[in-house]
């Protein structure tokens, strides 16, 4: 099929390379020229594994091409993919601004029958408004669907070449029948459903794995007052086929592009169908509140930060990507500059991103994680990157200036820790705190 794909960013330029990678003649289609170009030097614009050789590789095969040209690929196009984003308004809304402006370019440019598929992720009722805006300037024949992305950055190609299911919201066979064609060679997990229905279950699948994350995080926090270990809890539900051992490991809380945006966004929502989602809305704030902890412990060891130097490990809000969007890095980084602290950072890939949007007031930003950890007063990890495990807590023991490391991650284990002199924070497991194990109170039977 010839796919025309509307938005060079992250879903977008993964979803269109993949689809080039099956077979299909694909173009990806996007406003910023830079973009383009970079893309058609064979540079890639994200950092996702196994995205770049792809790229090559189609591109040199003619399957794949990019272009700022919009009008002249959706002429020849079987299938169009809206892939543009739609950031949170102040309010939590979705942004539909980029998706509105796309229908109406698309309407502008058909040339007979084409399918206009909605990747993106967006409120109820939104392909409704996108089929209304095609046909305000149109005449020919189209039908519209919703087909929802459940990739994770960092194994975005896998995921989209190996799904667990794809929905397909439509209410025309003839659209359902070209994209169980589109789908069918990457899964038979193929789910048909109405339109409005694939548009929700994005939201709620996202809304609940969120609620996953801040559930086993509460977990946590009541493991750190009773003297149990959040990481064998974890081991031992996730045992129950109801529950799954996935998105059950404690921390410091969700980030990224998805998540937050889409757990705001279901909740106004409700809101505006007269309903308090007050789960989802303690879902949000226990998030928030986790990834103040860190400060907390900070404070109680140094006995302030005024005046100290805080080495931080990891800027991207998850390993193996270098997005920083919503990454817990930005509050936790924000509030020890609040009180005073001079920050060193460090990220093997995310640095340059998380600079450009936060500066560098108060922050050197180190070319390694010695560097950054260098005779700092403690040492705080963010990011689970594997670069990081691979430094043993004896080494940070003799760079830091002081033996305090506030592991957010849960990276390192008690054999590691074994022999040294750190004073350890972990999240949910105080049988390994060194120096800040708090006294386990007797419960009243």
């Known amino acids: 099929m010839k796919i025309t794909v509307i938005g060079a960013g992250y879903v977008g330029l993964v979803s269109g390379v993949c689809f080039a990678e099956l077979g299909h003649e694909v173009t990806c289609i996007d406003n910023v020229e830079q973009k383009i170009k970079q893309l058609n030097q064979g540079e890639v614009p994200i950092y996702e594994l196994g995205l770049q050789p792809l790229i090559a590789d189609n591109m040199e095969k003619g399957t794949l091409a990019f272009s700022t040209e919009l009008a002249s690929s959706v002429k020849q196009a079987d299938v169009v993919i809206i892939a543009v984003g739609t950031p949170?308004?102040?309010n939590?809304?979705?942004?539909?601004?980029?998706?509105?402006q796309a229908a109406k370019e698309i309407g502008m440019a058909l040339s007979g029958y084409t399918v206009i598929v909605t990747k993106s992720t967006v409120p109820v009722g939104t392909n409704e408004k996108v089929r209304a805006i095609i046909a305000q300037h149109t005449d020919e024949e189209f039908d519209v669907a919703s087909v929802p992305e459940f990739l994770r950055e960092g194994t975005a190609v896998m995921d989209t070449m190996n799904p667990d299911r794809i929905i397909i919201g439509t209410d025309?066979?003839?659209?359902?029948?070209?994209?169980?064609?589109?789908h069918h060679s990457l899964t038979s997990n193929i789910i048909v459903t109405d339109i409005r229905s694939a548009e929700m279950i994005k939201y709620a699948s996202n809304a609940f794995l969120a609620t996953k994350i801040s559930f086993i995080n509460e977990i946590a926090n009541i493991c750190e007052k009773v003297g149990a270990d959040v990481t064998q809890v974890a081991h031992g539900m996730g045992y129950d086929k109801r529950i799954g051992s996935s998105f059950l490991k404690a921390g410091i809380g969700y980030g990224g592009s998805c998540f937050p945006k889409d757990t705001q966004a279901l909740i106004q929502i409700a809101g505006q169908m007269d309903y308090d989602f007050k789960l989802l809305k303690s879902v949000v704030e226990v998030n928030r509140e986790q990834r103040l902890n860190i400060i907390h412990k900070l404070e109680s060891l140094l006995e302030g930060l005024k005046?100290?130097?805080?080495?931080?490990?990891?800027?991207?809000?998850?390993?193996?990507?270098?997005?920083v969007r919503e990454a817990p890095a930005f509050e936790i980084i924000a509030a020890l500059r609040e009180r005073g602290a001079f920050v060193k950072a460090y990220d093997p890939i995310a640095a340059p991103n998380f600079e450009a949007q936060y500066g560098s007031d108060g922050?050197?930003?180190?070319?390694?994680?010695?560097?950054?950890?260098?005779?700092?007063?403690?040492?705080?990890?963010?990011?689970?990157?594997?670069e990081f495990q691979q430094v043993s807590p004896s080494e940070i023991q003799e760079?830091?200036?002081?033996?305090?490391?506030?592991?957010?991650?849960?990276?390192?284990?008690?054999?590691q820790l074994a022999g040294t002199q750190l004073v350890y924070y972990s999240v949910g497991r105080p049988g390994m705190n060194k120096g800040m194990r708090e006294e386990v109170p007797l419960l009243s039977l």
């Not at 005046?307 to 997005?323: M, N, S, Y």
């Open 88 to 90: 949170s308004l102040p």
């Open 92 to 100: 939590g809304q979705a942004n539909l601004s980029y998706i509105e």
């Open 172 to 182: 025309s066979q003839r659209a359902e029948e070209r994209l169980i064609e589109l």
């Open 307 to 323: 005046g100290r130097t805080i080495a931080v490990w990891g800027l991207a809000f998850k390993p193996e990507t270098d997005d």
């Open 363 to 386: 922050i050197a930003y180190c070319e390694d994680a010695r560097e950054a950890a260098w005779q700092a007063d403690a040492l705080c990890i963010l990011t689970e990157w594997g």
């Open 399 to 415: 760079w830091l200036k002081s033996p305090y490391l506030i592991d957010g991650r849960n990276v390192y284990d008690q054999d």
